[in-house]
């Protein structure tokens, strides 16, 4: 037997350019990768960047080139509150409400995960609300800055006066809380 320290974990990205990632210790992040963790509000998913270190017990999506990347071990730094994401170092059975990240019918986001496991060292998210399908990726922002929550329900309509409307027709309408120029 031979014991060796562990100074790297490896985190292979995929042809989409992110995964998830969760440790139970401290990593450094190599030049080209971005780590973001994530905040529910209202309907979206607020996603931040971690600069540089992912603190132990953190659950991250990691963003870089496709293939595999050695995070190096460091010392552990603070924790981050209110981080939607969790993660398990170890194979978990399939629980109600997990998402996990996939490339779903709105593009790469977090949707309702229907399969029997969940991977170890992987992030994924527990929504208590039945009625939401989904986080999208929304890319029509410089980088990433959140993601949409997208629901089964009727949109919510309304004018440029306050009005609730049910139908947009050409014009500018406030949809879900965005401004979205109907043509």
């Given at each position: 037997?031979?014991?060796?320290?562990v100074?790297?974990?490896?985190?292979?990205?995929?042809?989409?350019?992110?995964?998830?990632?969760?440790a139970p210790?401290?990593v450094s992040?190599?030049a080209?990768?971005?780590a973001?963790?994530?905040?529910?509000?209202?309907?979206y998913?607020?996603l931040t960047e971690?600069n540089?270190?992912i603190p132990q017990?953190?659950?991250?999506?990691?963003?870089?080139?496709?293939?595999t990347?050695d995070?190096?071990?460091?010392?552990?730094?603070?924790?981050?509150?209110?981080?939607?994401l969790?993660g398990?170092i170890?194979t978990?059975n399939t629980?109600?409400?997990?998402?996990?990240l996939?490339?779903?019918?709105?593009?790469?986001?977090?949707?309702g995960?229907?399969g029997?496991?969940?991977?170890?060292?992987k992030a994924?998210?527990?929504?208590?609300?039945n009625?939401?399908?989904g986080?999208?990726f929304?890319?029509s922002?410089?980088?990433?800055?959140?993601v949409?929550?997208?629901?089964?329900?009727t949109p919510v309509?309304?004018?440029?006066?306050?009005r609730r409307?049910?139908?947009?027709?050409?014009g500018i309408?406030?949809?879900d809380?965005?401004v979205?120029?109907?043509?």
């Open positions: 037997w031979t014991i060796e320290k100074t790297a974990l490896p985190v292979t990205i995929g042809e989409a350019n992110y995964t998830t990632f969760y210790v401290a992040l190599p080209g990768l971005k973001y963790y994530g905040a529910i509000e209202n309907e998913l607020v971690i540089g270190t017990g953190t659950a991250v999506i990691i963003e870089g080139n496709q293939g990347h995070l190096t071990i460091v010392e552990d730094v603070e924790t981050i509150a209110d981080n939607a969790e398990s170890e978990r629980f109600a409400n997990a998402y996990t996939q490339n779903g019918s709105k593009g790469i986001g977090f949707y995960y229907t029997t496991t969940l991977k170890g060292f994924y998210m527990t929504i208590a609300d009625n939401i399908k986080f999208a929304d890319f922002t410089t980088g990433i800055e959140g949409k929550a997208e629901k089964n329900a309509i309304y004018d440029l006066m306050g409307v049910t139908k947009a027709q050409k309408y406030v949809i809380g965005v979205t120029v109907v043509k």
